[in-house]
Nanobody, 122 residues
Framework: QRQLVESGGGLVQAGGSLRLSCRAS????????MAWFRQVPGKEREFTAY????????LYADSVKGRFTISRDNAKNTVTLQMNNLKPEDTAVYYC???????????????WGQGTQVAVSS
């Protein structure tokens, strides 16, 4: 059974918005940190946004700060990434990650979603 299932990717013009969702099947979701990463072909997967178990603490990569917002609904085992003012350089496969730790930076947990493609046209 897949632990994390993402949805919401697609094609959008520059300046547009998309909302990604990741639903966890684990009953331990409410107690775990969550994060979004993204990856383009030929490059390493890069950290994008983090949210702690309660939703009170968030962290963003400098490249998305002020444009992306991460949030979670522990009652629905869901984490979302609202992406506004999208740029062509945001084009990537976006992955959610569950159960990592944060100490001066986010170390991902072992659970990954299957990825959802985001494409931003200029």
């Amino acid at each position: 059974q897949r632990q994390l299932v993402e949805s919401g990717g697609g094609l959008v013009q520059a300046g547009g918005s998309l909302r990604l969702s990741c639903r966890a099947s684990s009953n331990t979701f409410p107690g775990l940190a969550m994060a979004w990463f993204r990856q383009v072909p030929g490059k390493e997967r890069e950290f994008t946004a983090y949210i702690n178990w309660s939703g009170e603490s968030t962290l963003y990569a400098d490249s998305v700060k002020g444009r992306f917002t991460i949030s979670r609904d522990n009652a629905k085992n869901t984490v979302t990434l609202q992406m506004n003012n999208l740029k062509p350089e945001d084009t990537a496969v976006y992955y959610c990650n569950m159960g990592g730790t944060y100490s001066g930076g986010y170390s991902p947990g072992i659970y990954w979603g299957q990825g959802t493609q985001v494409a931003v046209s200029s």
